[in-house]
């Protein structure tokens, strides 16, 4: 639900502007406004989790964001609606997560099989959305886009009562850090406003204040050590710190390909939207074909051969995009090079994920779920960014009369360093991945 509403208002964006009677540059707030909530409210799970256990987390989120995307289809105004999707999105950062961090605790060494199953409807949410509303939009009002969540969302809290464990029992409660929840919290959301306006003045302002309230964080978090609101201590596990370094570049490079592809697709190969959608559709299917064998894959091969493989598919998968950015598109080969890039992908994150929680005690898994979406969130803007940037300045140098295929062979080029650079992260994964229920503390 809550990846889902992430894409499916981008549709309804048109129809806002003319029945709130709101320029666009407010309307579009509707988005962005959502997705900033997403990361306000992350850095508070591990706290929330310790205090109310993880079942009580999860049932609040869901039934926070069934209540306000009613209050969505209700909204009379543009700031009344922008003020309701910042609190659905405050709610939706942490269903992701609250998710992930179930699911971890109860799967143990079948983490990666049970996440390859758990990841398809998310995976798909992003990419059923527009499809979705604009469905909706054909026959009825942006109203029931909201109003969709609400039997979802009642449907989903009354199977978490009767489903979830209470977890509430031995868990130890941590006093709140709100040193580092005013430190941490803004810092996400600047980072993440910054990166999107990097091109401005006042983006790269507040870019730099972010970073400053990261290193703000960092040293308040290493004073506090167990008490802060993340615990910066679960980083000197290798297996750990590989693991979010690689959700790091995985998110990035995800995100990074979907900017550049349609860009190239539709201004220099001069292809519809249209027929772009369907020329991008191998990439969500190599993902989809992949993520249901992960399990299995996971019994027979090492995480660390696993995630290189991936990584390999996707690095020559972009190679093979540079190669037909240079060269003249050419469909056949668009279509195996999004496949590899898609399957890769998918090969990656999941055992790399399952890989770091075995390296760390049961009690700490909300605390590394924390930091792992963190990571994750912030990977996506950071690479698109910089390949936006380095695709811009590049066409900037040629003029505008015409749009060198040369100019997007680079940007792929840039990209397919990226995926290097996950390929050689790969190689740090151990290969005697510890089972975790070894490392838990005796009781």
């Not at 995307?69 to 543009?78: D, P, V």
């Not at 009767?162 to 040193?179: I, S």
């Not at 972010?210 to 910066?232: E, H, M, N, P």
């Not at 519809?272 to 989809?288: N, Q």
Request: hydrophobic share 55%; with cysteine.
């Amino acid at each position: 639900m809550a990846q889902l509403d992430a894409t499916i208002v981008n549709v309804s964006l048109p129809d806002l502007v003319r029945t709130l009677h709101a320029p666009f540059s407010s309307v579009q707030w509707v988005v962005s406004g959502y997705l900033l909530a997403l990361a306000l409210t992350l850095p508070l799970n591990g706290w929330l989790v310790s205090r109310l256990g993880g079942r009580a987390v999860y049932l609040w989120c869901f039934g926070a964001f069934t209540l306000t995307s009613g209050f969505c289809a209700l909204a009379w105004s543009a700031p009344s609606l922008i003020a309701f999707r910042l609190l659905q999105g405050m709610a939706g950062g942490l269903l992701a997560p609250m998710a992930q961090m179930t699911v971890a605790r109860v799967a143990g060494r079948q983490m990666p099989r049970v996440a390859s199953a758990m990841t398809a409807p998310v995976l798909l949410a992003p990419l059923l959305g527009p499809v979705v509303a604009g469905a909706i939009l054909s026959v009825a009002s942006w109203r029931w886009i909201f109003l969709l969540n609400v039997p979802v969302g009642l449907a989903a809290f009354v199977l978490a009562v009767l489903f979830l464990p209470d977890d509430r029992e031995g868990a130890r409660a941590r006093p709140l850090d709100l040193t580092g929840l005013g430190l941490l919290g803004p810092a996400l959301v600047l980072f993440l406003y910054g990166m999107d306006h990097i091109a401005r003045p006042y983006g790269q302002a507040t870019l730099s204040a972010s970073l400053v309230l990261f290193v703000l964080y960092i040293r308040s978090a290493r004073r506090k050590g167990d008490d802060a609101l993340i615990d910066l201590r679960l980083l000197r596990a290798p297996a750990f710190s590989v693991s979010a370094i690689i959700m790091f570049l995985t998110n990035g490079v995800s995100f990074a390909g979907q900017m550049l592809l349609p860009v190239w697709l539709i201004h220099a190969c001069g292809v519809s939207p249209e027929r772009t959608g369907l020329l991008m559709a191998p990439l969500g299917l190599g993902m989809m074909c992949v993520y249901p064998l992960i399990g299995r894959l996971s019994d027979r091969f090492d995480a660390r051969d696993l995630t290189g493989c991936g990584a390999l598919l996707s690095l020559v998968g972009t190679l093979i995009l540079a190669v037909l950015a240079y060269n003249g598109l050419n469909a056949a080969l668009l279509s195996v090079a999004l496949l590899l890039r898609g399957g890769g992908g998918g090969a990656v994150g999941i055992p790399a994920m399952s890989a770091g929680y075995a390296s760390i005690a049961r009690d700490d898994i909300p605390m590394a779920t924390t930091a792992l979406n963190i990571m994750q969130r912030i990977g996506g803007p950071t690479l698109t960014t910089v390949c936006a940037t380095f695709l811009g300045w590049r066409l900037a140098t040629t003029g505008p009369s015409h749009i060198p295929s040369e100019a997007f062979a680079e940007a792929f080029g840039v990209l397919a360093l990226f995926h290097g650079v996950l390929l050689l992260t790969t190689r740090f994964i151990n290969h005697s991945e510890n089972n975790r229920e070894t490392r838990q503390p005796s009781t």
